[in-house]
């Protein structure tokens, strides 16, 4: 069974003539009545009865309209749907995102992207930037909101957000709970919980790329793999824990049962940037048309703003 034989039985089944099926389709007759027969030879039915005087469907030949017609308008709809999605206009896409891209990025990103591309299905997945970037080289997600220039052959990136400080985290007990803003070199003498290097590269290299700069040693006595961990750390032992300034501004620290501060650290503010980043080899245009609708560091100055008021 062939499509344009479908197409040629739905012309004969409405025109109910075959002159005028055939001009319709720009078909000579024996062509259009080659494609009833060989139809109707592959379903092993007799779809048109046909006499000198008048054409009409048989029994068979009206049941079999209707589920043509749903053929073809699928069909239809599957080749709207992949023009669509060929233009950016619909499909799927799986973005990851931290903190400040929750914030000062997705907002109006989304709100451009549902006014551009209403069809598009946007997921969203927050998480650190190592297990980010993990996904998105095995195709779990399409875009990564993450910290840091990427230099790889397999990614490619685009800078979002600028200098966006990272501030000092204590619980309310804590000798620092009270203080506007800490010389960071009074880390030499605070016990530190962080997390890995795998978790967050750039946030880690920016926090000991400032201990450098001081000319101290940072005194690393736990662990933790999220923000959540680290607030629970810090409110019931006297350590000093980190996190950018969105997060902590938003109370994006906050787990059950805690109570922590954020606390300024000056000379020098550690900082770091949010890039955009995709794969290199990617052709789903779907992920073109959401970069399109990200701002370019539109955010930054605003939010090296607030580090005044925490």
């Not at 290097?197 to 290299?205: G, T």
Request: with cysteine.
């Amino acid at each position: 069974m062939e499509f344009r034989h479908l197409v040629s039985f739905i012309a004969i089944a409405e025109e109910l003539h075959f002159g005028r099926a055939a001009a319709r389709l720009h078909l000579t007759q024996p062509s259009l009545s080659a494609h009833l027969q060989k139809l109707e030879k592959s379903l092993g039915v007799r779809l048109v009865a046909r006499t000198s005087h008048e054409v009409k469907l048989t029994a068979a030949g009206r049941e079999f309209e209707a589920q043509a017609r749903l053929i073809i308008a699928q069909v239809d709809k599957a080749a709207q749907i992949a023009k669509a999605t060929a233009d950016g206009r619909s499909g799927t896409l799986n973005v990851g995102y931290n903190m400040p891209a929750s914030r000062h990025v997705l907002p109006s990103a989304l709100a451009r992207m549902s006014a551009a591309h209403s069809e598009v299905v946007v997921s969203l997945w927050e998480k650190r930037t190592g297990p980010q970037l993990d996904d998105l080289a095995d195709g779990g997600l399409d875009i990564a909101l993450v910290y840091g220039h990427h230099r790889t052959a397999e990614f490619r990136s685009r800078l979002v957000l600028r200098n966006i400080p990272l501030v000092a985290v204590v619980g309310e007990g804590h000798s620092w709970a009270g203080r506007p803003g800490v010389p960071f070199a009074e880390l030499a003498d605070q016990s530190c919980v962080l997390f890995t290097r795998e978790q967050c590269p750039a946030m880690y290299d920016s926090i000991f790329g400032a201990a450098s700069d001081s000319k101290i040693s940072l005194n690393v006595v736990q662990l933790a793999d999220d923000p959540g961990a680290t607030a629970h750390m810090v409110s019931v032992k006297s350590l000093v824990g980190f996190a950018s300034l969105p997060r902590a501004s938003s109370g994006g620290l906050l787990a059950m049962g805690t109570s922590t501060v954020a606390v300024k650290l000056f000379d020098p503010i550690p900082t770091i940037d949010l890039y955009a980043v995709w794969r290199a080899e990617e052709t789903n245009p779907a992920v073109f048309s959401f970069l399109d609708c990200i701002g370019h560091g539109e955010q930054s100055s605003r939010i090296e703003n607030r580090l005044v008021a925490i």
